[in-house]
């Protein structure tokens, strides 16, 4: 799985070298915005998926979080552009079939579960999150929250407004191993351009 994954993503990678990467953002850009919503948390019962699942901001723009539910921790990570959500569930817990994709087990396991260790990585090959293994005391990645420093999970209704100053894409996700390893998989991504300069890195 690992190995055909990166195939594929050196193969699109290439690809992507031929296209400039001012057409990336032209296609945001017909209807530029600065700010977007997203809910964390949302969704029928567990609750564990963000709606909506990508947003698109202008640079300087804000994205605004309401948190839903509880036990959620937020964290933004940067990814490749070409990056779908494919790629990233590729590498966490196969509903399919359990013995798949981790890479490290928890104390007592025989097979993955949301308590092992899972490398996952973006479209283009590059390491972007490395769960480790959960311990006893800890239900999260063991990083803080990147809105408020705290190692408590947000309250439910709880507001984040985070600005994004650099373009490209990210990632968020919820650093609740419970919530983002297993399915219905709790991330999504936001897409940061430039609409005054499409070349803008």
């Known amino acids: 799985m690992k190995n055909l994954k990166s195939i594929v993503a ?3 990678f290439t690809a992507a070298l031929a296209v400039p990467m ?3 953002a032209a296609n945001f850009c017909a209807a530029p915005t600065s700010t977007a919503s997203v809910t964390f948390g949302a969704g029928p019962a567990p609750s564990h998926q963000l709606d909506p699942e990508e947003v698109t901001i202008t640079k300087g723009g804000t994205v605004t979080i309401t948190v839903a539910g509880g036990g959620h921790f937020i964290s933004i990570y940067p990814v490749s552009r070409n990056t779908t959500r494919m790629d990233i569930e590729m590498d966490l817990l196969d509903p399919l079939d359990s013995s798949k994709n981790c890479v490290e087990f928890a104390p007592g396991e025989t097979a993955c579960t949301a308590n092992s260790r899972y490398l996952v990585t973006d479209g ?9 293994v959960n311990t006893a005391n800890a239900n999260d990645f063991n990083r803080v929250n990147f809105a408020s420093g705290a190692t408590t999970a947000l309250a439910a209704g709880s507001v984040i407004n985070n600005k994004f100053f650099k373009t490209g894409r990210y990632m968020i996700v919820c650093d609740n191993r419970g919530h983002s390893i297993p399915t219905p998989f709790m991330f999504g991504f936001v897409n940061v351009v430039n609409c005054d300069n499409l070349n803008d890195e």
């Open 124 to 132: 283009s090959g590059k390491l972007v999150l490395d769960t480790g």
């Open 22 to 24: 001012a057409s990336w």
């Open 10 to 12: 050196s193969t699109l």
